[in-house]
């Protein structure tokens, strides 16, 4: 969005803004759930409901993100869905927020996006897969009549035989702190401690990298913060 564009906006001269814009309005100015529901009446739009998944961001929790400026960090819902990112983040990881809609979540990528699995060493895809589709499965389980995660199933049972077969396995795990290892394709491989906050509606997370100090990845991504998004980035999510 153009300067000019949200001056239009601001002067009522501007096209009418679509569902999407409104929603990335309300993200970059930081509004309350209540005042992004105010914005969207201003422009006669009826407000994503409440009893859905939100996918508006706290500005607390964005405050949070945007100090955290010597780690990766993100926020994103319990269904995969990329929220928000900080720069080096983006830096690991690819810029989520600038692909279409669909691209932006993680499960979905990870299955159906050859160039989304670059990111993990080989050896490590199956143990990263199995962790996708158990969380997904916890998910489902806890919001049984959510149209959402019971969709992203049912697709990706369609689309993906990987993960159709780890579905049928039945396994299921809450997604909790582990460690983790990132192929970056100029820095190389990063082992990361991966912390995850939770909100109060347990429905965003708040997914934090951190490299042990003294250790080779901790230089890594010391070097990555200093290179940051020149034309390194990689392809996967």
């Given at each position: 969005?153009?300067?000019?564009?949200?001056?239009?906006?601001?002067?009522?001269?501007?096209?009418?803004?679509?569902?999407?814009?409104?929603?990335?309005?309300?993200r970059?100015?930081?509004?309350?759930?209540?005042?992004?529901?105010?914005?969207?009446?201003l422009?006669?739009?009826?407000?994503?409901?409440?009893?859905?998944?939100?996918?508006?961001?706290?500005?607390?929790?964005?405050?949070?993100?945007?100090?955290?400026?010597d780690?990766?960090?993100?926020?994103?819902?319990?269904?995969?869905?990329?929220?928000?990112?900080?720069?080096?983040?983006?830096?690991?990881?690819?810029?989520?927020?600038?692909?279409?809609?669909?691209?932006?979540?993680?499960?979905?990528?990870?299955?159906?996006?050859?160039?989304?699995?670059?990111?993990?060493p080989?050896?490590?895809?199956?143990?990263?897969?199995?962790?996708?589709?158990?969380?997904?499965?916890?998910?489902?389980?806890?919001?049984?009549?959510?149209?959402?995660?019971?969709?992203?199933?049912?697709?990706?049972?369609?689309?993906?035989?990987?993960?159709?077969?780890?579905?049928?396995?039945?396994?299921?795990a809450?997604?909790?702190?582990?460690?983790?290892?990132?192929?970056?394709?100029?820095?190389?491989?990063?082992?990361?401690?991966?912390?995850?906050?939770?909100?109060?509606?347990?429905?965003?997370?708040?997914?934090?990298?951190?490299?042990?100090?003294?250790?080779?990845?901790?230089?890594?991504?010391?070097?990555?913060?200093?290179?940051?998004?020149q034309?390194?980035?990689?392809?996967?999510?």
């Open positions: 969005m153009s300067v000019d564009y949200y001056t239009r906006l601001e002067q009522s001269r501007g096209p009418r803004p679509s569902r999407q814009m409104l929603t990335a309005l309300a970059a100015l930081r509004l309350t759930e209540d005042e992004r529901d105010h914005l969207f009446h422009t006669d739009e009826q407000p994503p409901r409440r009893e859905e998944t939100s996918t508006h961001v706290r500005p607390g929790l964005l405050l949070v993100l945007d100090r955290l400026h780690t990766p960090a993100m926020v994103v819902t319990d269904c995969g869905e990329v929220l928000a990112q900080n720069a080096l983040s983006r830096a690991l990881s690819g810029d989520v927020l600038a692909r279409p809609p669909r691209g932006r979540n993680m499960i979905r990528r990870f299955f159906l996006d050859p160039a989304a699995q670059e990111l993990f080989p050896e490590d895809r199956p143990e990263r897969a199995r962790e996708q589709v158990a969380g997904l499965r916890a998910v489902a389980s806890a919001r049984p009549t959510d149209s959402e995660p019971a969709a992203l199933v049912a697709e990706l049972r369609a689309t993906s035989e990987e993960f159709a077969r780890l579905w049928d396995e039945h396994e299921v809450v997604r909790r702190a582990s460690t983790k290892r990132f192929r970056h394709p100029a820095i190389g491989i990063l082992e990361l401690e991966c912390e995850i906050l939770v909100n109060s509606d347990h429905n965003q997370q708040l997914v934090i990298h951190t490299a042990r100090p003294g250790t080779e990845s901790y230089e890594r991504l010391q070097l990555l913060r200093v290179v940051g998004l034309d390194l980035t990689p392809t996967g999510s």
